[in-house]
């Protein structure tokens, strides 16, 4: 691993089923992210974490929920999908909150919910 | 008004060619200003910061305008490897750390 590394690449998930999106950094970097990317929308923050054990909510948290148990692991969870969940999401990290040195991204989710 | 503005574009240039995209943001309070470039179907990636005095990288210089509001990116004889899209992302302090991304100008080199 080096990096971020998200899990998994693409999916295709029926409406109402649960989903998790896995997303594991090795860099120790303090605070993670995840945005969601839609054409016309741009970068999006879904929720954030600034440390490990804490979380917070960003500009679209709704329909989804996080965690962040330890320094390395920030999953997210989408409860019930729907179809405006449909997009790709990207996972960040940065080694403090508002790092001037900016974020590393993961590579990505293509979420498709039909 | 959105809180960072980019021109979609595209921007179709000749190889050789200098391109300039500008991006204006409307918070006075923005702290931290960056470049990212992102390939098609990609993550984005960090291309430059832009501090106060402009800054140079290469063939890429980024400028800070805080009078005005806006930040440029210039790039000299543009290669086809240049093509992309190019975010451009304002820092804020609000409560919390934030990254507030443009919506991204896509720029074409052309052979």
């Known amino acids: 691993i080096a990096g971020i590394t998200q899990a998994p690449t693409s999916q295709i998930l029926a409406a109402g089923r649960r989903m998790t999106l896995r997303c594991t950094q090795d860099?120790?970097?303090?605070?993670m992210y995840w945005y969601r990317q839609d054409l016309g929308l741009g970068l999006r923050l879904i929720h954030y974490?600034?440390?490990?054990?804490?979380?917070g909510k960003g500009e679209v948290p709704d329909g989804y929920s996080v965690s962040r148990a330890n320094t390395d692991d920030f999953p997210l969870t989408l409860a019930s999908a729907v179809p405006s969940q449909t997009s790709v999401y990207f996972c960040?990290?940065?080694?403090?909150?508002?790092?001037?040195?900016?974020?590393?991204f993961g590579s990505g989710t293509r979420l498709t919910v039909v | 008004r959105k809180e960072v503005e980019q021109d979609p574009g595209p921007f179709n240039v000749p190889e050789g060619a200098t391109v300039a995209f500008n991006c204006t943001y409307s918070?006075?309070?923005?702290?931290?200003f960056f470049w990212y470039r992102q390939d098609c179907r990609k993550e984005p990636k960090l291309l430059m910061s832009?501090?106060?005095s402009g800054n140079e990288d290469g063939r890429f210089t980024a400028q800070l305008n805080r009078a005005s509001q806006y930040i440029s990116l210039l790039i000299r004889d543009s290669k086809l490897s240049d093509s992309a899209t190019y975010l451009c992302?304002?820092?804020?302090?609000?409560?919390?750390?934030?990254?507030?991304f443009g919506t991204g100008t896509r720029l074409k080199v052309l052979a």
């Open positions: 918070n006075s309070a923005s702290q931290s």
């Open positions: 974490s600034n440390t490990a054990g804490t979380t």
């Open positions: 832009v501090y106060s």
């Open positions: 992302v304002v820092n804020r302090v609000s409560g919390t750390y934030k990254y507030i």
């Open positions: 960040a990290s940065s080694d403090f909150p508002g790092d001037n040195y900016g974020y590393t």
């Open positions: 860099m120790r970097h303090n605070a």
